[in-house]
């Protein structure tokens, strides 16, 4: 399978725990990104990496967030002291250079409890 | 003014009918422009792409784009009960490499 892929793909913890959540992109993909989708909502832009430089980083996105992209391939995105607003599909995308589409992975959703 | 708007719908439409998905985007310098459909719990998939003024076709599906008015449409002829999803709408900002949605449109076939 080449495509984008996200692992796990579903994640219940308790309030105040940490979690970690991985994306593989496409392999010759450059740019990754990560969203945030609640029910009834569009995906959510979090952060965005080229190659393994985060490039941009939502204002809503608190400081309990971290996302890494440490040798330009497969990401992590790290939540920490999770609260019930947390609870969402986490989706990861990646492209190539240019104006191109983005593939999604199948997303992590998340569920705190 | 959200960057990427979409009615959310839903839209009912009777089989083989076509259905009209709009979306308008704020930002003039907006280059590419998106559309993805999701099945319920699912993720989004691509089904068009579109740069350049005027109507991109595509089998059932044609993706038309007015830069001058910010408004790009997706039109689905002889809809299947399987088109039954939700349609969003995503955009290139000028600048940014960051794919923006709106919220999406629901779309129901009715058999």
């Known amino acids: 399978d080449t495509g984008v892929s996200q692992d796990p793909r579903h994640k219940i913890t308790k309030r105040g725990q940490n979690v970690t959540f991985r994306c593989d992109p496409i392999?010759?993909?450059?740019?990754l990104y990560w969203y945030r989708q609640t029910l009834g909502q569009g995906p959510e832009f979090l952060t965005y990496?080229?190659?393994?430089?985060?490039?941009?980083k939502s204002r809503l996105l608190s400081d309990r967030f971290s996302a890494e992209r440490p040798k330009g391939s497969f990401s992590t995105l790290e939540i920490q002291r999770t609260e019930q607003g947390d609870s969402a599909m986490y989706l990861c995308?990646?492209?190539?250079?240019?104006?191109?589409?983005?593939?999604f992975g199948q997303g992590t959703r998340l569920t705190v409890v | 003014q959200k960057e990427v708007e979409q009615n959310s719908g839903p839209l009912s439409v009777p089989e083989g009918a076509i259905a009209s998905l709009n979306c308008t985007y704020s930002?003039?310098?907006?280059?590419?422009f998106f559309w993805y459909r999701q099945y319920s719990g699912k993720s989004p998939e691509l089904i068009m792409f579109?740069?350049?003024?005027g109507d991109k076709e595509d089998g059932r599906f044609t993706a038309q784009l007015n830069k001058a008015s910010q408004y790009v449409s997706l039109l689905i002829r002889d809809s299947q009960p399987s088109d039954s999803a939700t349609y969003l709408c995503?955009?290139?900002?000028?600048?940014?490499?960051?794919?923006?949605f709106g919220t999406g449109t629901k779309l129901q076939v009715i058999p």
């Open positions: 995503a955009v290139t900002l000028s600048g940014y490499q960051k794919v923006t």
């Open positions: 930002d003039r310098g907006s280059q590419s």
């Open positions: 995308a990646s492209r190539w250079t240019g104006d191109t589409e983005a593939f």
């Open positions: 392999s010759e993909h450059n740019r």
């Open positions: 579109i740069y350049s003024n």
């Open positions: 990496f080229q190659n393994e430089a985060q490039l941009e």
